[in-house]
């Protein structure tokens, strides 16, 4: 069935409030028609947006996944994820499709978009008809995969950008798409929720089905954006997690403080109920992010699992938003971390050659024994910071401290000059870990 387009965003479009449902689709053995195109509507019903997947009401309880562990995602009782691209250049979009679909979980599959911060010109004509033609073979060959949910368009296509004809070029392909798919509604990802943005959309992308917004600590003030914006339809919150390293408070001479595990992980669950679940009538869920680990300013800033595979307390958090079920092994919280004395808060500062020592306090709610790592990074240097979710290369690391006997204290030092930073992971040994971090600087 074709999905009712948009003709204007501020008039209330089709619909969609992915209510209740908890459940997401059927494993393969017990789904009827499983290996049919999923059929998705949006309709609007008593002043709700309501999404149906097979006629069936349906809330996204998803994760933002590209190279994570999807049957994670499914333990713990995601219902689908989204990607940023067809093809990441590990595994093709049909392979990500496949594991879903064995999964039981859908996906809105994201389709990489040129930006005019890393070059394009869409001013271009023949460059910009290049990538209308691949983004149509893409459609073409996945548009009836059963574990297909929706498609976005682009991710954080606004940020830095001066040309408008940007969303020319996406209304041309979100209509394209209704063309050749009509099962499957298009969204496009926001950086933010500004009211220009949203206003440009509204007048240059009328096929574009609803929005998606990507929020971190300024989710809180998300309300408050669609009020000014009057923006009436439906929208998926579709990143939003810890704190940005933009948002947060920096030492003396001006690298961000991440915030613990901990700290994190009742961010999280806060945001998620003050905001995300709190707007029955236009949200429609979310993708929680990031279901993996990637570098972008830290190794630990944004997924909510460690290099090693470790789940940390947001997804345990994330679990019991999503089932009502804490599960059956807590991960460890990180209650603090010292380095000579001081947070990371009081901008620490050392001299090279001389011996400091750090401690963490850290408890496990299952009272499992922990075992600690500590390590030492040089931090990321200014030329190559990323923007935008843009690879970022991970720095060196200096000193590391893992072998058994190391405890929840270490004395160390540094011989050369420089800016670093001191890591703390402390694991329970059977899947679950806490981590903290702190800036410093050597003299």
């Not at 969204?187 to 574009?208: F, H, N």
């Amino acid at each position: 069935m074709k999905t009712t387009c948009l003709t204007s965003f501020g008039m209330l479009v089709f619909g969609l409030w992915f209510m209740v449902s908890c459940q997401g689709p059927q494993t393969k053995k017990n789904q009827e028609s499983s290996d049919t195109v999923t059929k998705v509507e949006l309709k609007l019903e008593n002043g709700q947006y309501q999404l149906y997947c097979n006629n069936q009401p349906f809330y996204l309880k998803g994760a933002g996944l590209e190279f994570g562990n999807i049957s994670s995602l499914k333990k713990h009782g995601g219902n689908s994820f989204r990607t940023w691209r067809v093809d990441n250049g590990k595994v093709s979009g049909k392979t990500v499709l496949d594991e879903a679909h064995n999964n039981g979980l859908l996906v809105c599959m994201g389709i990489e978009i040129a930006r005019e911060r890393h070059g394009f010109d869409y001013n271009d004509s023949l460059a910009v008809r290049a990538q209308f033609e691949r983004v149509k073979k893409d459609v073409l060959e996945l548009k009836d995969h059963p574990a297909l949910m929706m498609w976005g368009i682009g991710n954080e296509l606004n940020l830095h950008y001066k040309n408008p004809k940007v969303w020319d070029a996406v209304n041309e392909i979100a209509k394209m798409i209704h063309e050749i798919d009509p099962n499957h509604p298009v969204t496009t990802m926001l950086a933010g929720a500004g009211k220009a943005e949203i206003q440009i959309l509204s007048e240059r992308c009328p096929d574009l089905d609803l929005l998606s917004f990507q929020l971190y600590g300024d989710i809180v003030n998300l309300p408050e954006y669609l009020k000014k914006s009057g923006y009436k339809g439906a929208y998926i919150v579709s990143e939003w997690g810890a704190t940005g390293h933009w948002e947060v408070e920096k030492t003396s001479w001006g690298r961000p403080i991440e915030q613990n595990s901990h700290v994190k992980a009742m961010a999280y669950q806060q945001r998620y109920h003050e905001v995300i679940a709190s707007d029955p009538e236009q949200c429609i869920g979310s993708f929680v992010f990031l279901w993996g680990q990637k570098q972008e300013r830290t190794p630990t800033w944004y997924g909510v699992f460690m290099e090693n595979g470790d789940k940390t307390e947001s997804v345990d958090v994330m679990e019991h938003i999503w089932t009502a079920k804490w599960p059956e092994n807590r991960a460890p919280v990180m209650q603090s971390l010292m380095l000579d004395n001081k947070t990371a808060y009081q901008s620490v500062q050392l001299k090279a050659m001389q011996n400091y020592q750090a401690e963490c306090l850290v408890e496990d709610p299952d009272g499992d024994e922990l075992n600690y790592s500590w390590v030492v990074m040089r931090e990321v240097d200014d030329s190559k910071k990323s923007e935008g979710g843009d690879f970022e290369q991970k720095p060196e690391v200096v000193l590391e401290f893992t072998d058994n006997t190391v405890g929840n204290s270490i004395d160390f030092e540094v011989t050369e000059p420089g800016e670093y930073r001191l890591f703390i992971y402390a694991s329970d040994a059977k899947g679950s870990s806490a981590t903290a971090n702190i800036p410093f600087l050597v003299k």
